[in-house]
């Protein structure tokens, strides 16, 4: 059973877990999730397609990421996040941590925290070893493409994280 610590509306860990997907969070209670967004020199970003077998946007576009798990730091939860879905390891990557938003489901006890990081290496399609029960596939994509597939409603977060893809969407 995977749990994942619960954190107050500053973003502090209450001491408290909860089971993962267990959405029963208190209306200023949290949970944190992480992305990694991968970016080679030439200004192209690896981006992963959704199983269509997701019960949540299957078949969608997004970068890698998923919950930080209970005692993890938001760093480790990325650097597993990113090495599970994609087999890259971007430890020793330029880059790092960029920023952090929050969602709010009033109610619904699913409120969280992302922490976004941006890490910029060299890598090409033979170092990609996806996780297939997640994952059907990948490109490298301009910012401007992922804008577009955001525009048709296939890219996962994007309002959220656009700004990750540096000046590129502007």
């Known amino acids: 059973m995977e749990l994942w610590d619960i954190y107050d509306k500053n973003k502090v860990r209450t001491g408290r877990t909860m089971e993962r997907n267990h959405f029963n969070l208190a209306d200023d209670e949290y949970h944190l999730t992480v992305l990694g967004v991968i970016m080679r020199p030439d200004g192209r970003f690896l981006i992963t397609k959704r199983v269509k077998t997701k019960a949540w946007a299957p078949g969608w576009w997004e970068v890698s990421g998923g919950a930080a798990q209970a005692g993890e730091e938001s760093e480790e939860a990325v650097?597993?996040?990113v090495k599970e879905e994609t087999g890259l390891d971007v430890s020793n990557a330029e880059g790092g941590f960029l920023f952090t938003y929050h969602r709010e489901n009033p109610g619904e006890g699913d409120n969280y925290f992302v922490d976004v990081y941006r890490y910029v290496m060299d890598v090409?399609?033979?170092?990609?070893?996806?996780?297939?029960?997640?994952?059907?596939?990948?490109?490298?994509?301009?910012?401007e493409e992922i804008k577009e597939?955001?525009?048709k409603g296939i890219f996962l977060h994007y309002d959220s994280i656009k700004q990750a893809f540096?000046?590129?969407t502007e």
């Open 79 to 81: 650097l597993r996040e």
């Open 124 to 143: 090409n399609e033979s170092d990609i070893h996806l996780q297939e029960e997640e994952t059907d596939g990948f490109r490298f994509a301009t910012a």
């Open 166 to 168: 540096g000046n590129y």
């Open 149 to 151: 597939l955001a525009d």
